[in-house]
């Protein structure tokens, strides 16, 4: 739509060159309205927000970090961790061990944070006694931290399913004696540096921002989009990509109006966002686009425009292979915000080095964001994982 809007700007104006140039005083007239026409379009098209979208896109893709910590902290860098070679000796004489407690288990982003900390673990010459997946339950979570402290872990890493509801486990662990890194969102009323360790999180802030960003371009930077997001706000992080988006927007884009959000509760967060898009489809016919806070609710959204027999663009945040097929065959995935899982692993392993030793930690690391498209979906999956694309989205990206 730019592309257009300029073309169509320099016609009008080359169309009142020429006829000023020939014509009699009336013709001056309508070079002159033609020209004042081309300019109110160009300026038209500036004021959406369009014009500097793919800047904005380049400086989040840059490295800059936009969120802050769940009680205000300044993010530090996950690269400004280092542990020297005396420190990696003193930590591998600890025969120290360590427990991974996840919320969902089987997916890329898991699956990476696992193989990241391990890697890293290692190197330390830590244990790893359990790792844990809790199918999105809270209660099944609160057992598998009773379960993983009988193995009296020395470190625990973990992302809580629902942090208030097993903010009492998390609580017992600590009182026994464990070392607790929070992924992305810390357990409810737990202090760093008195109950855990640090969070480790993904710029959850910044990847919303680039998801709101890529959704403006898709759709021309005007029109009615819905939303939606994670219904727990006490999740930290999901609430900060919900709230990014909705500030971009506002900050940028005042021709784009978010006529409908939606909360959706795990677990099933792909059949509850197909229902909850596909309604907004039916309430609103004039959508013209749709976020999702994460990778699987996207998938959910995509089902719901496909089934309406549509074609409204939809962006997320998490780099799933799923959504990365899309992406790459030009699907109705158009882009997203990707974390980077297997660094955060690596981060978060290395802070329990710092734990072990009583060296002070920063209360809140961070990752940067990554803006994913499909200009860059192989690039980003080999940053994001450490690994070559699968087959699968190569074909999709070369077919």
């Known amino acids: ?46 004021d959406n927000g369009c014009a500097t979208v793919d800047q904005k896109l380049a400086d989040l893709a840059s490295g800059k970090v936009a969120s802050t910590g769940p009680y205000g902290e300044e993010a530090v860098p996950a690269s400004d961790l280092e542990l020297t070679d005396e420190e990696l000796e003193q930590i591998r004489g600890m025969n120290a061990t360590a427990a991974l407690v996840m919320h969902f288990g089987g997916n890329d982003w898991t699956n990476a944070q696992v193989a990241g900390a391990r890697a890293q673990f290692e190197k330390m010459g830590i244990e790893v006694v359990a790792v844990t997946q809790a199918d999105g339950k809270a209660d099944k979570q609160v057992n598998d931290l009773e379960t993983v402290m009988a193995k009296k872990p020395d470190v625990i890493l973990s992302i809580p399913i629902d942090p208030t ?187 329990a080095g710092y734990a072990l030793l009583g060296k002070e930690a920063p209360p809140y690391v961070v990752l940067p964001p990554l803006p994913v498209s499909q200009d860059n979906v192989l690039e980003a999956w080999e940053q994001v994982y450490h690994s070559a694309p699968p087959e699968e989205l190569t074909a999709a990206a070369n077919g």
Not at 4 to 30: F, N, P, Q, V, Y
């Open 165 to 351: 509801a097993t903010a009492s486990a998390y609580e017992k662990a600590a009182e026994q004696g464990a070392k607790i890194i929070f992924l992305d969102t810390p357990a409810k009323d737990m202090k760093p540096g008195e109950d855990y360790v640090s969070v480790v999180s993904a710029d959850n802030y910044g990847n919303g921002v680039a998801a709101a960003h890529l959704l403006a371009k898709a759709i021309g930077c005007e029109g009615e989009v819905g939303a939606l997001h994670y219904a727990d706000a006490s999740n930290y992080a999901t609430e900060q990509r919900w709230q990014a988006f909705q500030d971009t927007l506002a900050e940028n884009y005042p021709q784009m109006e978010i006529v409908e959000d939606q909360g959706i509760n795990a677990p099933d967060w792909a059949g509850d966002s197909e229902k909850a898009a596909s309604a907004m489809l039916t309430k609103h016919p004039d959508l013209k686009g749709i976020f999702a806070w994460f990778d699987i609710p996207a998938e959910g959204a995509k089902q719901a425009v496909k089934a309406n027999g549509s074609s409204q663009p939809i962006t997320t945040v998490d780099l799933g292979l799923n959504v990365a097929i899309d992406i790459a065959s030009g699907g109705l995935i158009k882009g997203l915000g990707a974390q980077l899982p297997y660094d955060q692993g690596v981060a978060e392993a290395t802070l």
């Open 1 to 46: 739509m730019k592309g257009h809007r300029r073309l169509l700007a320099g016609l009008l104006i080359a169309a009142g060159l020429t006829l000023g140039a020939c014509g009699s005083s009336d013709d001056d007239e309508s070079g002159a309205t033609a020209a004042s026409n081309g300019t109110a379009t160009a300026e038209a098209a500036a």
